[in-house]
Structure formats: C-alpha cells, structure tokens
C-alpha cells in the first residue's frame, strides 16, 4: 500500500479516493504536526489579549456570549453534542472516510490552534477503516456542521467508532480549542464531491470508446471531429474529445453511409466537451478546497492574529456541481440518441431493435426504456441546488450555499450515467456482432469490444436483459488512474 505524506498542501481528489478506499495510507509529515503545536502556542498569545469567536464567546447567533474562562472546556463538549443532531440514513464508510482524509489535510494547514492528538487520531482512524456514524442530513453548504460534531464526539468517547480493524482509536480529552475549529470545513461534502469526481472522470473516459463502437455500427462520419474543425473553435474539451475520437477511430474501413450523421454523433465533440471542461471547473475548485485552512476564526501563525471570516461558505464548489450535473445531463441526453439511432434499420441496416429477422420481436427495445428512465433521473438531479435558500441562527446566518445537496445530487448523477452508458454499450456491441464487422482501432477500443463480446449473451433471442446492462456497467469501471497519484511517498 502507497503512503501519501499530508501537510496541508498538494492533496488531490485522486489521492482522497484512494485513501478513502483504502488503497493508500495516510502519513502525517512531522513538520506539519510541529506546526500545530506552534499553532497552540500562537492562539494562547492572542486569546490572552482579545475576544475570539468560539473560544471565549458562544457561537452564531450567541456570538455575543462571553464565555467564563473556567468552563471553556465544558462549553467546547457542549457545542460539540448540540451540533450533532444530524438526522437521515447513515454516510457510507467510505465517504465517512473521505470526510476523514479532507480534514485531516485541512488542519495540518494549521489555520487553527486545535489539538496535535486529533490529527494523530484521524491518521490512525484512517489506518484501521473506523469512521463515527454520520448522518446524512444537516449541512446546508455553509459548514458540515452535525457530521463533524459526530466526529468530535466519537473522537471524545461519547460515540462509538463503527467499521474498521483492530483498535478503534483511543479517546481523546477535547477542549475549547477543539470544537469549534474540528467542525468548521464542509470535509464531508468535499470528500464526497472528490470520490464523485474520481468515478465519473473514469465513466466520461470512457464516452469516446462507446460512441466510436456505435459510430462503427452505424458507418458514421469522422469529419466532425476532423482537427480543422476544432482550431476555428478552440473549446478545450471539445478539441479534447475530438481528438480522442481520431485517435480510436483512425482511418476508417468504411465509406460513411450518410452524408451528415444524427446529432448524437456530430455533436459529441461540443456536448461532451462541455463535461469535460465542467470536470476540469470542478477539479480546480477541490484542489483549493482540499488544502485550505477555512476556519473561522482563521490564525495566522506570523501575524500571530484571528480573522473572523466567512470562509466556509461553498458557493464556488455549489456552483461548480450544478455545472457539472447540467453539463453530464447533455452527455447522456447523446448516449440515449445514439442507442435511439442503434435500434433504428434506416441507420443501422438491421432488424427493428437489433431483433432476430422475424416479425414482432422486441429485440434490446426495453433497454432504450430503461435507458430514458435513467435519464430522467439525471435530468432531476440537474435541478441547480444553489437555487436554494436558508436563513439561520436568527438571522445572523442569511445565506446558504446548499454544496451538501448539490453533491448528493451529482453522485445520484454519476450512478444514472453508468446505466446509460451500458445501455449504449449493450446495442453498439450487439448491433458490431451482427454486423460482423472486423476489428478496428486503437488496442484500448479494441480491448473493450472483445471484453463486451465475452461478457454480454451472444443471443438475440427475446429475453431478459437486466444482467447484460449490469454486466455493461461493471466494463465501464475500471479506470485507468493511479490511485495515489502524483506527491506520493512510495
């Protein structure tokens, strides 16, 4: 297992994927734990000499409330157990786990005066697979406020870890210095976004290999992704796309069949450019939020001072999701015209619905319902969360950014995808065979067509198609990203 060094800086969303899925382990660098300890020296200077939100006052709306010196601590356990009533189903441990992976990187930015022993426990929780219980529902974008008091609490003792091997990790005695700073990050929503982004990188490099097979099935043109075209309208994910095609496709073995192919293949270079590019919006926002010291109130170690901010708030990565959710809805809104081309002979050729040649057979035409269906899901899930409001803590809270849906929203999104895409996958495979045609492309395009061959059913008999999209989907998984990635210690 690779270990990846964390000090506040360089962590991607790669890297939390792997530590989340526990293809990585997790290594504090020592001067980044140093720093912290500095950190606590620092924020001890500084209280001594002004009010600082959260440490010597209550928080939101009672950030007027001095709190007595004396019981501090007792107010820090406080805060902790009253934040903590999140509510819903519980988080999936490997998204719990990510939620671990981001906060620790964040604190060792060391934005805050927190105790060195809850990064040692966040290390160790990684390395065995414990997580706390998480609940779903209770941020609103503006800081995940009920999972990382549940964290908190676990940390203390009060919760118990769930899932991992041996030893769950110790309690740790937390103080005033520990609350407010623990639960001040959207950890969970950007961890959650980080393996969202991860798994759908892998499915949209895997649209032009797709769209090439149906592109085969049907004798469609390569002129739309002709590198002249792209030059006069240089969109980075267009010539992206336009140039992964020719190189799947190279020269083809056929003369086009038509003069001017259906949308589903002319506009892919535009359509799934935008994903592609919408990715990239998203990857820029997470490699920020991923190494950022956000707290608030935010120390700073040389000027040996707080700042009270509004940090925390997530509209740049709420507006980066509901960008990438509308631009992967015109991605699979193609998939779903390209398996509606398949299925037609005035394109393909073949039988009605890749049928076998006799009358009133239903061929693969349910997997185009299905694949509608999926969709339709997709375009729910599009529905932008930024559109949302909130106004809180009586008032003094007037805002919300609502990333904790619009992620949710988007790993709906990703899991919709894979069905349409195994659903193009299914028809272009099946419409490849009984076209007999022989191998074509590049070695990837052809490894994928032989791996589609030995997996789906041969047979165009009428039958049940639920395990052969199933059995598309899982292709479509494997991804080709080293799970630890650049910065790692080996």
Same mark, same amino acid.
């Given at each position: ?11 991607t969303?790669s890297?939390?994927?792997?530590? =989340?899925?526990?293809?990585?382990r ?21 209280v ?8 010597t ?20 356990l406080?805060?902790l ?5 999140g ?6 441990a ?17 934005g ?24 779903t ?10 999972a ?16 991992g091997?041996?030893? =769950?990790?110790?309690?740790?005695r ?18 959650? =976004?980080?393996?969202?982004v991860?798994e ?14 149906s ?8 002129e739309p992704y002709a ?26 073995a056929?003369e086009?069949a ?8 002319r ?14 919006a998203?990857?820029?926002v997470l ?11 935010l120390?700073n ?18 507006l ?23 299925v ?8 009605p ?9 239903s ?11 999926a ?9 932008p ?8 803590s ?5 805002? =919300? ?6 992620v949710r929203r ?5 899991a ?25 492309g590049?070695p ?5 067509r ?15 198609l ?8 899982a ?6 990203h ?7 210690v080996?």
């Amino acid at each position: 297992m690779a270990s990846l060094r964390l000090d506040g800086t360089g962590l991607t969303a790669s890297h939390v994927a792997a530590l =989340a899925r526990r293809t990585a382990r997790a290594e504090v660098a020592p001067y980044a734990r140093d720093r912290m300890c500095k950190a606590r020296l620092v924020a001890e200077q500084v209280v001594a000499l002004r009010p600082v939100y959260g440490h010597t006052t209550g928080v939101g709306a009672n950030r007027t409330t001095a709190v007595p010196g004396d019981s501090a601590d007792e107010h820090g356990l406080r805060l902790l157990r009253s934040h903590s009533g999140g509510i819903g189903p519980l988080v999936p441990a490997e998204q719990v786990r990510a939620m671990l992976a981001v906060r620790l990187n964040q604190l060792l930015g060391a934005g805050t005066a927190i105790s060195v022993g809850i990064a040692d426990r966040l290390e160790q929780a990684l390395a065995s697979g414990h997580v706390p219980a998480v609940h779903t529902y209770g941020s609103v974008g503006t800081g995940d406020l009920s999972a990382l008091a549940e964290l908190g609490l676990a940390l203390a003792g009060d919760l118990p870890w769930r899932e991992g091997t041996g030893p =769950a990790p110790e309690p740790l005695r937390l103080s005033h210095w520990d609350a407010l700073p623990l639960m001040s990050s959207s950890a969970l929503t950007i961890g959650q =976004a980080a393996l969202a982004v991860t798994e759908l990188r892998d499915l949209l490099d895997r649209v032009p290999m797709v769209a090439a097979l149906s592109l085969a099935a049907v004798q469609g043109s390569t002129e739309p992704y002709a590198e002249d075209v792209h030059a006069r309208r240089p969109h980075s994910g267009a010539r992206r796309t336009a140039a992964r095609m020719c190189a799947l496709l190279g020269r083809p073995a056929w003369e086009p069949a038509l003069i001017q192919d259906p949308f589903g293949f002319r506009c892919l270079p535009q359509v799934h450019g935008a994903a592609l590019d919408a990715t990239t919006a998203l990857d820029r926002v997470l490699d920020v939020e991923l190494n950022a010291a956000c707290e608030n109130p935010l120390l700073n170690l040389d000027a040996a001072e707080y700042h009270h901010h509004g940090g925390f708030h997530q509209a740049s990565l709420a507006l980066a999701l509901d960008q990438l959710r509308l631009a992967l809805l015109g991605t699979a809104g193609l998939s779903t015209a390209r398996l509606g081309v398949l299925v037609e002979p005035d394109f393909t050729g073949l039988p009605p619905f890749l049928a076998p040649d006799r009358d009133g057979s239903s061929g693969i035409m349910i997997v185009e319902y299905a694949a509608q269906s999926a969709l339709a899901d997709l375009r729910g899930a599009a529905q932008p969360s930024m559109l949302g409001h909130a106004v809180l803590s009586r008032g003094v809270e007037e805002h =919300a950014s609502f990333a904790s849906t619009a992620v949710r929203r988007l790993q709906e999104a990703v899991a919709a995808f894979r069905y349409v895409l195994a659903c193009e996958l299914l028809a272009a495979g099946r419409a490849l065979r009984m076209r007999a045609l022989p191998p074509f492309g590049a070695p990837e395009l052809r490894d994928l067509r032989r791996s589609v061959e030995a997996v789906l059913d041969p047979s165009t008999a009428d039958r049940k198609l639920t395990g052969d999209v199933h059995a598309a989907a899982a292709l479509l998984g494997a991804g080709h990203h080293d799970p630890a990635g650049p910065g790692a210690v080996r």
